[in-house]
T-cell receptor, first 113, second 113 residues
Framework: NAGVTQTPKFQVLKTGQSMTLQCAQD?????MSWYRQDPGMGLRLIHY???????DQGEVPNGYNVSRSTTEDFPLRLLSAAPSQTSVYFC????????????FGPGTRLLVL | RKEVEQDPGPFNVPEGATVAFNCTYS??????FFWYRQDCRKEPKLLMS???SGNEDGRFTAQLNRASQYISLLIRDSKLSDSATYLC??????????????FGSGTRLSIRP
């Protein structure tokens, strides 16, 4: 099992550009989520999904879109990148979240200039 | 007041020492509690869940104090490999809404030889 994979590992964008962060899991987990982690702050939930075709907003959803067309994939789209979106982004999946373990991907480091 | 608060540290202790840190939470209805470990520039990984009765896993002991609204993590006989940031995670919704999973900002632990 590869677990949770994320691409790219690093990305530099200019303000106003758009991009998609990819996330995939091969554990057949229903629950998937996206977090951002900024220095001195805890991970903050951006969007989450409880199954294919179902998504919902987390704590900091503005400027991001998600979709869940398959159980395996949960891409995160930045619509028009801003310097405030410079962060490390983690995707996670879980079988029985939020009560159970979340498995995180290795993260994507994003710099917006 | 933050919903989940941790002392950021760093805690700098010698190998073999016992170290403990707490995490306080604001919502008395919180239901699920976890400790995650995060190595530098890596993804968080579950260390242990925290049950009402407390739980122990080798050198690690986690406890929950609902009256005072905090959870604790005790590490005995610390090893160099225990150096990491420890994240407290609280599910704040009675009915386990995924949108109210809150991560603390983490406590940094450094074990010296």
């Amino acid at each position: 099992n590869a677990g949770v994979t994320q691409t790219p590992k690093f990305q530099v964008l200019k303000t106003g550009q758009s991009m998609t962060l990819q996330c995939a899991q091969d554990m057949n987990h229903e629950y998937m989520s996206w977090y951002r982690q900024d220095p001195g702050m805890g991970l903050r939930l951006i969007h989450y999904s409880v199954g294919a075709g179902i998504t919902d907003q987390g704590e900091v959803p503005n400027g991001y879109n998600v979709s869940r067309s398959t159980t395996e994939d949960f891409p995160l789209r930045l619509l028009s990148a801003a310097p405030s979106q410079t962060s490390v982004y983690f995707c996670a999946s879980s079988r029985d979240w939020p009560r159970g373990t979340q498995y995180f991907g290795p993260g994507t480091r994003l710099l917006v200039l | 007041r933050k919903e989940v608060e941790q002392d950021p540290g760093p805690f700098n202790v010698p190998e073999g020492a016992t170290v403990a840190f707490n995490c306080t939470y604001s919502n008395s209805a919180s239901q699920s509690f976890f400790w995650y470990r995060q190595d530098c520039r890596k993804e968080p990984k579950l260390l242990m869940s925290v049950y009402s009765s407390g739980n122990e896993d080798g050198r690690f002991t986690a406890q929950l104090n609902r009256a005072s609204q905090y959870i604790s993590l005790l590490i005995r006989d610390s090893k160099l490999s225990d150096s990491a940031t420890y994240l407290c995670v609280v599910n704040m919704e009675r009915y386990s809404s995924a949108s109210k999973i809150i991560f603390g900002s983490g406590t940094r632990l450094s074990i010296r030889p």
